[in-house]
């Protein structure tokens, strides 16, 4: 039912007024036609509607629905239907007992596809091996992608299938071709010789992911890395009315795997869809030592600085033709070379034109050189919390000492006074519940200090990824004409630990339609 009058709880309205985070207490918030339509005392609203379904509260939170601004919607999908999840395991033996077990349910010649191991996680601290995959998968092409997506393993059918020899040489990319190891855009030559995933494919996977993500309050989310068959399945997905909740895309540019580039998509605005935004990977990932960096990375040999994915005067063209035809910009970018290069072709894309507001996806180094310029320029900041949970190990083992406290410090980000959207980067990580990725962003900084307060942390989670989409008119607050997208918490939020997600509407409705 989308006619409702909530009451009865700790309402709660996340704002950021004259550089100050807060929390606004709302004794009631009345919702019609799957929009707010007034908010303030119980006694005034009863009068606005006095047939109108009651729903108190039972003392429970009521907040805007969680906006996760940078997840990978389908990916997470594939993982709770068919991909083989490896994340969590404990050591290689563990891994390969599992792509055993899952060849031997697959027909000769049948590709075998998982992800998630994490190399710093393993008892072994090594990656594994094109003979051990060959071993235990001599029928199958074996393509095992690494939780951060940016690393991945093959065995000798792949990399056959895949036409990769030890000569194959990738732009943005490296390959280690005795290990059977593939970095960034080498991982393009694999897909391509796995083939598309069908329409339906990707249909099953968006809707699984989007249900998961629905089910963790999560109302409004960002799928930063969408290429033509993937927007299709979204736009067909739409027009039946099957989205569980809205979507925002980054449409990709330039695909993994060669020089080829995607034109500037269609646009599109529905309530439930919206790609007005193209993507850009400015270099790899910090929790396996490949976002490029100037100082070279801890425990590695040959010393490593990893990998810079675009010449600077093709990004800049690149983007600069989405510039202009007023898309607006998010790009991957982690280690300091990266935002460097960025930041500089963000500045002469302003110089050149007035524009939408870009993005920095992760901006998991930025030094004050880079809080500063982000802030001149008014890019937004979309980094992930959850990152310090789960990925503490890696950073621990690869991250130079001296930039090891400004490693996602989030607290340094809002300080700057930049608008910061938080985000989970799901299936990176395995835990993307924000609740997880509060506690996170409270209580588990990489250094002491580096700690946000609970009021920063909700307005990220709600109306920094509404901003981030370019569409605050519309969600990420409980404010009269958006759309009555909210999260029902259990528990204190005082102590963390104790909420949990009791319902979640959208539009004012708890299933999906």
């Avoid at 809205?246 to 309530?271: A, Q, W």
């Avoid at 700057?416 to 990725?437: C, E, K, N, W, Y």
């Avoid at 370019?470 to 528990?491: F, Y």
């Amino acid at each position: 039912m989308s006619h409702l009058l909530l009451y009865g709880g700790a309402i709660l309205n996340p704002y950021l007024r004259n550089g100050v985070y807060g929390l606004e207490p709302l004794e009631a918030l009345l919702v019609r036609n799957g929009r707010i339509a007034a908010t303030g005392r119980l006694a005034d609203l009863e009068n606005l509607a006095p047939s109108v379904q009651k729903v108190h509260l039972e003392g429970r939170i009521l907040l805007p629905g969680f906006n996760d601004a940078h997840v990978h919607i389908w990916k997470v999908g594939q993982l709770r239907t068919t991909l083989l999840d490896l994340r969590g395991v404990q050591s290689l033996g563990e891994m390969y007992q599992k792509v055993e077990e899952r060849a031997k349910a697959l027909k000769p010649g049948e590709w075998l596809w998982g992800r998630g191991w994490n190399e710093a996680l393993l008892a072994e601290k090594a990656m594994p091996s094109k003979a051990a995959l060959d071993k235990l998968a001599p029928q199958n092409p074996v393509l095992l992608t690494r939780t951060c997506a940016h690393i991945h393993a093959v065995n000798s059918r792949a990399m056959q299938l895949a036409g990769i020899t030890p000569e194959t040489h990738v732009p943005g990319g490296e390959i280690n071709y005795e290990q059977g190891i593939l970095y960034e855009t080498a991982y393009g030559l694999v897909f391509k010789a796995m083939g598309e995933p069908t329409q339906a494919q990707y249909e099953q996977w968006v809707k699984a992911g989007c249900e998961y993500l629905r089910s963790l309050g999560i109302t409004s989310a960002t799928d930063p890395a969408v290429d033509p068959p993937l927007y299709a399945a979204y736009r067909a997905l739409d027009a039946r009315g099957e989205l569980p909740i809205r979507v925002n895309l980054l449409y990709i540019r330039r695909p993994d795997g060669g020089t080829e580039t995607f034109p500037l998509p269609e646009k599109h605005l529905s309530d439930k869809l919206r790609c007005d935004s193209v993507k850009f990977f400015a270099d790899g990932g910090l929790s396996g030592a490949t976002a490029a960096i100037s100082r070279p990375y801890k425990t590695l040999e040959p010393p490593n600085y990893g990998i810079l994915r675009f010449e600077e005067e093709e990004l800049y063209t690149l983007a600069l033709e989405a510039h202009q035809a007023g898309f607006r910009i998010g790009t991957h970018a982690i280690g300091d070379r990266a935002l460097d290069q960025v930041l500089r072709v963000y500045e002469r894309l302003y110089q050149t034109a007035p524009g939408p507001r870009h993005r920095l996806e992760h901006f998991g180094l930025a030094g004050p050189e880079h809080l500063a310029k982000a802030r001149q320029l008014g890019i937004i900041a979309v980094p992930q919390p959850v990152f310090l949970h789960e990925l503490r190990t890696n950073y621990q083992r690869y991250v130079p000492e001296e930039w090891f406290c400004r490693c996602f410090n989030l607290r340094a980000m809002l300080e700057a006074g930049l608008t910061v959207a938080f985000s989970s980067d799901g299936p990176v990580v395995r835990q993307i519940d924000p609740l997880i990725g509060l506690r996170a962003a409270l209580q588990e900084p990489l250094c002491a200090g580096n700690e946000v307060r609970l009021e920063q942390a909700l307005w990220a989670y709600t109306l920094g990824g509404a901003v981030a989409q370019g569409d605050e008119g519309n969600r990420g607050s409980l404010e009269p004409g958006k759309w009555a997208d909210l999260v029902i918490l259990e528990g204190d939020l005082r102590e963390i630990e104790s909420l949990s997600v009791r319902q979640t509407l959208v539009g004012g409705r708890e299933k999906a339609g």
